[in-house]
């Protein structure tokens, strides 16, 4: 198998892998849609989905912050990574030693186009297409609404926002809301500046910062009129098999044509 990933990498297999290690959690739950589960032999501390994997895998440190011996242990041939959510730094050393694939998702097309490959790379095409299919299916019968002015933050002290060009951005689109951030990645913000938005709806995600229901009150306080919303992380920044559940996810907590 031959392909060029998503950052431009080129990678060359002779055989089908046998012993893949994961670096993603989203990408980690796709392999076991992809039916993987006797070729997986290490995953992160964060691939939580499925349960049976991250009670029995072998984990191989954070997705920051990985265990190299434990990895060269396991004698993989291929890693399976991703440009955001791995070091550089972890990412080169891996390459110089092993096959590995690195995902760099923006969006839906770029999510359906990972899958894709990791179906060629794993011989699994057949159920890559399937849940292709099935996540273009879904996600294309989301009520069309209009779109609410959005914050969406990923973090606390300092906050930290979703910006464009990111996954999230693309999901917030689909959920019914329009992204209120213009800087790219994810900029931080002063209270000062959330207050000067003034977003009709604030989402609170429950990754990588665990929100919760004190948060939403406290944000209250200084936005009154602003619907302060605790929403699960997952379902707008996981892109591999989540997507199925994100879609119903969405549909079924579109925003109201009047913000509360």
């Not at 989905?49 to 993989?76: E, F, R, S």
């Not at 096959?99 to 998702?105: A, Q, R």
């Not at 606390?156 to 800087?183: L, S």
């Not at 959330?194 to 604030?202: S, T």
């Amino acid at each position: 198998m031959k392909l060029t990933d998503q950052t431009g990498h080129y990678i060359e297999l002779n055989q089908t892998p046998s012993r893949i290690v994961s670096l993603v959690p989203s990408q980690t739950e796709l392999l076991y849609h992809l039916r993987l589960e006797d070729k997986i032999v290490g995953i992160t501390k964060f691939c939580v989905h499925p349960a049976h994997w991250y009670k029995n895998k072998v984990h191989v440190g954070g997705t920051k912050k990985l265990n190299h011996q434990k990895i060269a242990a396991l004698k993989p041939d291929l890693i399976i990574a991703n440009k955001e959510e791995n070091s550089q730094s972890d990412i080169e050393l891996l390459q110089t030693q092993y096959p590995v694939y690195i995902s760099n998702i923006r969006n839906l097309s770029e999510a359906l186009h990972m899958i894709a490959q990791l179906g060629i790379l794993t011989q699994t095409e057949m159920n890559a297409t399937n849940l292709i299919r099935k996540i273009e299916q879904a996600f294309a019968s989301i009520p069309s609404k209009k779109k609410h002015k959005a914050l969406y933050l990923i973090w606390k002290n300092p906050y930290m926002a979703a910006g464009k060009d990111t996954f999230i951005n693309d999901m917030m689109n689909y959920a019914g809301y329009f992204n209120c951030i213009e800087k790219n990645r994810y900029p931080t913000l002063t209270l000062t500046e959330i207050i000067r938005l003034q977003p009709e709806y604030i989402l609170l995600s429950s990754e990588p910062y665990p929100f919760k229901y004190k948060h939403q009150e406290e944000l209250k306080k200084i936005l009154p009129h602003t619907k302060i919303l605790l929403v699960d992380g997952e379902m707008f920044s996981w892109y591999g098999s989540r997507l199925l559940k994100a879609a119903e996810y969405f549909t079924k907590n579109l925003p109201a044509s009047e913000p509360a």
